[in-house]
């Protein structure tokens, strides 16, 4: 062949493999943008299922929440030094309580003002996530009858949480015992009674995170000391988005006497769990008893039960506790059981929002009337009720 047929003929063969080259480059280009495409929108759209589904179901055993150093930016940081000074060593001493989350401490800062400590106990099985959930959630609201977080601490295991110190204490602890239920007079109960209305309607409806507490109780409202209340302990709140006001868990976590029905026996909770478990509230407030645990010698019907029975036989002044005959208002003290009672009532969609509560509060209308309430006797929880280690506390699976 001669030298320019041969040279003709190799930048043929070059141009066409170099032809081919181009064509299997580019259809292997496209083929990695198209898998590119494609697993994006896959990606996207699992994130998409799971975050609509985290919204809808908790898995207690993991929490939802995501947790990083970022949500502590809103909060001062303490050192573990200055803590245990303030606390004179963590002083038994200085312990004024304990909960699932661990023992509580008073103390003193250096600038002279009183906190109340939160030690994360080695032995808690709840703290952690109740320490991430007080942090996620305290440390982003703002209300006057909302107990306010002053700042934490993380040193090793260390996890500890600073509160505003309440000179009064709990609600439980003046309600309870004859001897202080004294100092608590009508117009301080039905402020009480307001106080926690406002508190409540604030989280479901006008927090800048929309919350449902879910362990509403007298030991949980804490007392300045002008015996204002503020809602204390969000280690089981969950957040909702808008309408979405409702979930389901495979656990139900509360205290005995004041977690609603369907939460009790189907593991659904919304913001109407905690509307019944403010009622509960009103009718312990107004009447000095416990709901868990009350008795009367003519019937086996707990708190709700006997107050029901009352406000049948247009009785319900009976319900009204004796040391506060001097100081009552009877339209006030009336009115307070028939708004706690329709709070009270077993079916979801017959107890009122909290906004309707706060309005029947400070209005003269006429209220509906309530129905029976759930729980109606001492006997009526579910029978696959089991205790932990504090009495008053439960944790088990709701039926499937």
């Known amino acids: 062949m001669a030298a320019s047929e041969l040279a003709g003929f190799l930048n043929s063969s070059t141009n066409k493999k170099k032809g081919a080259l181009t064509i299997i480059l580019s259809i292997s280009s496209g083929m990695l943008l198209l898998s590119a495409v494609v697993y994006t929108c896959a990606t996207k759209k699992k994130r998409h299922h799971m975050k609509k589904r985290g919204n809808r179901e908790y898995d207690s055993e993991k929490n939802s929440t995501d947790f990083s150093t970022e949500d502590l930016d809103e909060l001062p940081f303490f050192s573990l030094n200055s803590i245990a000074k303030a606390t004179n060593g963590f002083s038994i001493n200085n312990k004024i309580g304990e909960g699932g989350f661990g023992p509580v401490y008073k103390g003193v800062l250096e600038d002279r003002q009183e906190v109340a400590v939160k030690r994360l106990s080695k032995t808690s099985h709840q703290g952690v996530d109740e320490f991430k959930n007080e942090v996620f959630y305290i440390a982003k609201l703002q209300h006057r009858n909302l107990v306010k977080l002053i700042g934490y601490c993380i040193h090793g295991n260390e996890m500890i949480l600073i509160y505003e110190y309440m000179v009064n ?13 004294s100092m608590l007079d009508w117009p301080h109960r039905f402020g009480i009674i307001h106080g926690m209305a406002r508190g409540i309607l604030y989280l479901h409806q006008d927090s800048r995170l929309q919350i449902i507490h879910r362990d509403l109780k007298a030991g949980n409202i804490l007392l300045d000391e002008d015996m204002n209340p503020k809602i204390s302990d969000f280690g089981l709140a969950r957040k909702f988005v808008g309408f979405d006001t409702s979930a389901k868990t495979k656990k139900v976590v509360g205290t005995y006497g004041y977690i609603s029905p369907e939460y009790a026996m189907h593991g659904r909770f919304s913001t109407k769990s905690d509307v019944f478990s403010f009622g509960v509230l009103v009718l312990e407030i107004v009447s000095g008893r416990k709901n868990q645990g009350f008795s009367h010698k003519d019937h086996s019907d707990n708190l709700l039960g ?80 089991g205790k932990s280690s504090d009495e008053y506390m439960i944790t088990l699976p709701y039926a499937r």
């Not at 204490?169 to 239920?181: H, I, M, P, V």
């Not at 004796?322 to 077993?346: F, K, N």
């Not at 979801?348 to 909290?354: A, K």
């Open 169 to 181: 204490g709990s609600l439980d602890s003046f309600l309870f015992d004859e001897t202080r239920s």
């Open 306 to 385: 006997h107050t029901w029975r009352l406000f049948k036989e247009n009785k319900s002044i009976e319900l009204m506790n004796a040391s506060l005959r001097d100081s009552c208002v009877m339209s006030e003290v009336l009115r307070s059981i028939h708004v706690g009672l329709l709070c009270v009532q077993h079916n979801v969609e017959d107890r009122p929002t909290m906004l309707s509560v706060v309005l029947m509060l400070i209005s003269e209308g006429v209220l509906p009337q309530p129905k029976q309430p759930a729980f109606f006797t001492g006997e009526s929880y579910p029978e696959h009720y």
